[in-house]
């Protein structure tokens, strides 16, 4: 079975405040194929979401508490250096 890749209307996720865990949970549960992490640093060790999910793509974010924005980060040992 085939998913459409709009996670927001197809879970029924309101982005209209913003994301929190719940709304990350939802994404996670869409995107079922990737492991999803977010970091609320540049620390390896400041997980702020993990989901134990059994795959070997990973999407990982930063967190970023001042902006209350999420980045994507391509290689986590480049953002980390």
Same mark, same amino acid.
Request: charge should be negative; aromatic fraction near 10%; hydrophobic fraction near 35%.
């Given at each position: 079975?085939? !998913?459409?890749? @709009?996670?927001?209307?197809?879970? +029924?996720? @309101?982005?209209? @405040?913003?994301? +929190? ?7 996670? =549960?869409?995107? !079922?194929?990737? =492991?999803?992490?977010?970091? +609320? +640093?540049? @620390? ?5 979401? *993990? *989901?134990?999910?059994?795959?070997? &793509? !990973?999407?990982?974010?930063? %967190? $970023?508490?001042?902006?209350?924005? %999420?980045? $994507?980060?391509? &290689? ?6």
């Amino acid at each position: 079975m085939s !998913r459409s890749p @709009n996670a927001t209307q197809d879970d +029924g996720i @309101n982005l209209s @405040n913003g994301a +929190g865990i719940p709304e990350l949970v939802r994404f996670q =549960k869409h995107f !079922r194929d990737y =492991k999803l992490f977010v970091y +609320g +640093g540049l @620390n390896c060790e400041h997980i702020l979401f *993990e *989901e134990q999910v059994d795959s070997t &793509k !990973r999407l990982i974010l930063h %967190y $970023v508490d001042v902006e209350r924005h %999420y980045h $994507v980060i391509v &290689k986590l040992t480049a953002a980390t250096a």
